[in-house]
């Protein structure tokens, strides 16, 4: 089956350090991979994607590259601010009739101190 | 719409009563999903409607969850007899035909006291 595994939280960090929030997964087919990120009192939204293997996504200073040897979509930022303090889903989508839905990982709370 | 509207935001309801939940997706947006997310965890898929035929139904907890959706506009879910475990946020998305780019809603509080 379809699944994501997200680095477990809560991880705390200080203004300007690097972060890395690591996911992994599993799928049958070629997936596309995504993040979204809940800000307190926010719905879900899109961070960033990558449809096929070696693909980066970027936005917001944040970078991912999808690792189809590793079947990982780490997500990177070189220098987080206080405004980045959210939850973090990776999640997965495999394409085909009656398998559009997401698939997430059980998210990662991000804290950032300044 | 400009982005995906559900309600009522909040909803507190005793043991045992029936609740429905509204989703008004994006003008246009022939997909739309429910999801559930429970008080310090992941998103948990319930169902997804491709119009108004939902080719996956998988994620309903119980038959006391069911859902509808009128043409390619609103949908409603419904939880019968409510338990306390159904205490969680309710989550709707939708997107368009490619599927790409889900937009969320801002979902809907449910506390069964």
């Known amino acids: 089956g379809n699944s994501v595994t997200q680095m477990e939280g809560p991880v705390t960090l200080s203004e300007e350090a690097f972060l890395t929030i690591n996911c992994t997964y599993t799928a049958t087919g070629y997936p596309s991979l995504f993040w979204y990120v809940q800000y307190p009192g926010e719905g879900l939204q899109l961070l960033l994607k990558a449809t096929k293997a070696d693909d980066k996504g970027s936005n917001k200073g944040f970078e991912a590259t999808y690792r189809k040897e590793t079947t990982s979509f780490h997500l990177e930022k070189g220098s987080v601010q206080v405004s980045d303090s959210a939850v973090y889903f990776c999640a997965l989508r495999v394409q085909g009739w009656g398998a559009q839905k997401l698939v997430f990982g059980q998210g990662t709370r991000l804290t950032i101190n300044p | 719409g400009a982005g995906v509207s559900q309600s009522p935001s909040n909803k507190v309801t005793e043991k045992g009563k029936d609740v429905e939940l509204r989703c008004d997706p994006i003008?246009?947006?022939?997909?739309l999903y429910w999801y559930r997310q429970r008080l310090g965890q992941g998103l948990e898929f319930l169902i997804y409607?491709?119009?108004?035929?939902?080719?996956?139904k998988s994620g309903l907890p119980s038959d006391r969850f069911s859902a509808e959706r009128t043409g390619e506009s609103v949908s409603t879910l419904t939880i019968q007899r409510t338990q306390q475990e159904d205490s969680a946020v309710y989550l709707c998305?939708?997107?368009?035909?490619?599927?790409?780019?889900?937009?969320f809603g801002s979902g809907t509080r449910l506390t069964v006291v």
């Open positions: 003008s246009g947006h022939t997909a």
């Open positions: 998305a939708s997107s368009s035909s490619t599927g790409d780019g889900y937009t």
């Open positions: 409607f491709q119009g108004n035929s939902a080719p996956d």
